[in-house]
């Protein structure tokens, strides 16, 4: 949809989502922020808006709006990915399992996140998180081909989940890593890249062209897809509208 001032004049276009029980709205500046902002307020009130423009930004906050998140998309072209990756291996004393358990994984899923991480969240019920992952609340629907829990001697230990996102103002339908995380206690042995792996390997068998996912500004994993193979497509803000 395209937003017009008092004048009729086209000032932005908006690409609508309710993906995750959210009201998302994809803001792409046809006017200077200073000129588009107020429409934007007056025509997206309760929407999460998400804008790569700093000044829409700074004019929304001035407004009322509070940032909720910035991160930056990136995207896996699954047309040439390499056949290792389907069994790519996870370090002695691991193993990997289809069978992803909400309640086991909740531990590291908590610990994955301390305070000072940006994605920290003191308020998440982490089973509850990861039950609505598992049956589709989040995104979309589960692609069980991509979806891996790792465990150690203990239980499970980490995870990526990885959901078939509905088409986007693109009009592509991809997959899309809705979470991976690992316990603390066994970051940098290389079990995020193998499930990184492995999800790239699932999604192009279930039929997937593209596999995408989110990560926060600050969140150091950013190096560990950019080393997987991801590339950077977006950047923006989200910003939660009154």
């Keep these: 949809m395209t937003l017009n001032d008092a004048a009729g004049v086209p000032v932005a276009t908006v690409a609508r989502d309710d993906a995750g ?16 902002a107020p429409v934007v307020v007056a025509n997206l009130g309760g929407h999460r808006v998400v804008t790569g423009d700093d000044g829409l930004v700074a004019a929304l906050v001035a407004a009322g709006g509070r940032v909720q998140r910035r991160a930056h998309d990136y995207e896996y072209d699954l047309a040439t ?4 990756y389907a069994e790519s291996p996870v370090p002695q004393g691991f193993r990997l399992s289809r069978n992803l358990d909400p309640a086991g994984l909740a531990e590291a899923h908590d610990l994955a996140n301390p305070p000072g991480h940006p994605d920290h969240d003191p308020a998440l019920d982490h089973v509850e998180d990861l039950r609505s992952m598992l049956v589709g609340r989040i995104l979309g629907p589960l692609v069980p081909e991509a979806s891996w829990q790792v465990c150690d001697g203990a239980g499970p230990c980490g995870a990526i989940l990885v959901v078939d996102r509905p088409a986007g103002s693109d009009g592509v339908r991809r997959a899309w890593v809705v979470d991976v995380f690992v316990h603390p206690k ?3 042995c290389g079990l995020g890249g193998a499930l990184l792996r492995r ?3 699932g999604a192009a068998a279930a039929g997937h062209a593209r596999l995408g996912l989110a990560v926060s500004d600050g969140n150091p994993a950013r190096a560990a897809y950019e080393n997987a193979g991801f590339r950077l497509v977006s950047s923006g803000t989200n910003v939660d509208l009154p």
């Design 186 to 188: 066994h970051q940098g």
């Design 199 to 201: 999800a790239v390997a």
């Design 81 to 84: 990915v390499p056949a290792s």
């Design 21 to 36: 029980g959210v009201r998302w709205a994809i803001v792409t500046l046809l006017a200077p922020a200073a000129v588009a």
